[in-house]
């Protein structure tokens, strides 16, 4: 069983960050762009990413291999190795750059006939608050973070500018989880706050990933 991850973000309208369909002549890839301010985020058909900031000039590339292993190529052309141990903690060259959610378990037992009508058993809830600033590497760490768990880039990258739209430097946010039976379906409903007591709701996610 592994525990979720979290660092940064998720979507608040579609239309906040619309993709636009580019093709790639030379690789007859099909290219999703998104932005957030100045930076301008390319999604290719493998899901990789290309961040680059409209401004600075600075170019990122994150190459993601599956949930837990990705590589991130710097503007200089130095390569860094990302991954996600079991606790859901992220390491860029085996350093920590995010460390897993803080874990709340629920005492709350739900009744009888709510467990009768539900698939969905809880197990725990995690607390995380993350920066919705930071440079292109951060930004990238985040959306490879929260991507498993979350949803969608347009939907990762519309949370940051929702948030960067209402002046919140960082965001609270609350994860409640939960497992079918026979733990092959995990489902994360994610909440999104801009102030500390999480009583300011920017947005509500919800996701259902498969485990096998």
């Given at each position: 069983?592994?525990?979720?991850?979290?660092?940064?973000?998720?979507?608040?309208?579609?239309?906040?960050i619309?993709?636009?369909t580019?093709?790639?002549?030379?690789?007859?890839?099909?290219?999703?762009?998104?932005?957030?301010?100045?930076?301008?985020?390319?999604?290719?058909?493998?899901?990789n990413?290309?961040?680059?900031?409209?401004?600075?000039?600075?170019?990122?590339?994150?190459s993601?291999n599956?949930?837990?292993?990705?590589?991130l190529?710097m503007?200089d052309?130095?390569?860094?190795?990302?991954?996600?141990?079991?606790?859901g903690n992220?390491?860029v060259e085996?350093?920590?750059e995010?460390?897993?959610?803080?874990?709340?378990?629920?005492?709350?037992?739900p009744?009888?006939?709510?467990?009768?009508?539900?698939?969905w058993?809880?197990f725990?809830?995690t607390?995380?608050?993350?920066?919705?600033q930071?440079?292109?590497?951060?930004?990238a760490l985040?959306?490879?973070?929260?991507?498993?768990?979350v949803?969608?880039?347009?939907?990762?990258?519309g949370?940051?500018?929702?948030?960067r739209?209402?002046?919140?430097?960082?965001?609270?946010?609350?994860?409640?989880?939960?497992?079918?039976?026979?733990?092959?379906?995990?489902?994360?409903?994610s909440?999104?706050?801009?102030?500390?007591?999480?009583?300011?709701l920017?947005?509500?996610?919800?996701?259902?990933k498969?485990?096998?």
């Open positions: 069983m592994k525990k979720i991850v979290a660092f940064i973000l998720a979507v608040l309208v579609m239309g906040i619309a993709p636009i580019l093709v790639n002549a030379e690789t007859a890839s099909t290219l999703n762009e998104y932005a957030i301010d100045n930076i301008k985020i390319l999604e290719d058909d493998k899901g990413l290309l961040l680059s900031d409209n401004v600075t000039g600075e170019k990122v590339t994150l993601i599956n949930d837990d292993s990705a590589s190529k503007n052309g130095e390569t860094k190795e990302v991954s996600r141990d079991e606790a992220i390491y085996n350093k920590l995010i460390p897993s959610p803080v874990e709340s378990v629920d005492s709350t037992v009744s009888i006939q709510k467990r009768a009508v539900s698939k058993i809880y725990q809830t607390y995380y608050d993350t920066t919705t930071g440079n292109l590497q951060s930004i985040g959306l490879f973070s929260l991507m498993p768990y949803g969608t880039v347009a939907t990762i990258a949370i940051i500018q929702t948030a739209n209402l002046n919140a430097p960082t965001l609270y946010v609350k994860v409640n989880q939960y497992h079918t039976k026979g733990y092959q379906f995990y489902k994360y409903d909440f999104f706050y801009s102030n500390k007591a999480r009583t300011k920017v947005k509500r996610v919800t996701k259902e498969r485990m096998w």
